[in-house]
């Protein structure tokens, strides 16, 4: 079992920045590849952008690329979502996600991924 816990939402203005992180407790965060997904109201949840278990591998949705990046601290079991740029669509409670193994490399699929948070909301406003 790994519990994952973000932190850093909140509401920001259009073009400005936010820094989520995704703590996982335990010993073996680098056996995990992780993943941030969104869901914004109404709409089905969205791959965002994942990182392998020793951050050397990571992929993003074309609609974050130059704005959003990933990365890990492997010594703090911590994930990071570092968001520049952010504009009024990227409104949504955004979730991280923990996948073994090396399936999910350039891969989107949600359902993939075995551990979820509980999900931090970002709001951006115009």
């Known amino acids: 079992q790994v519990q994952l816990v973000e932190s850093g939402g909140g509401l920001v203005q259009a073009v400005g920045s936010l820094r989520l992180s995704c703590a996982a407790p335990g010993r073996t965060f680098n056996s995990y590849s992780m993943g941030w997904f969104r869901q914004a109201p109404g709409k089905d949840r969205e791959f965002v952008a994942a990182i392998s278990g020793t951050g050397s591998i990571k992929w993003s949705a074309d609609s974050v690329k130059g704005r959003f990046t990933i990365s890990r601290d492997n010594a703090k079991n911590t994930l990071y979502l570092q968001m520049n740029s952010l504009k009024p669509e990227d409104t949504a409670v955004y979730y991280c996600?923990?996948?073994?193994?090396?399936?999910?490399?350039?891969?989107?699929?949600?359902?993939?991924?075995?551990?979820w948070g509980q999900g931090t909301q970002v709001t951006v406003s115009s």
């Open positions: 996600a923990a996948a073994l193994g090396a399936t999910v490399f350039g891969r989107t699929d949600s359902t993939l991924y075995m551990y």
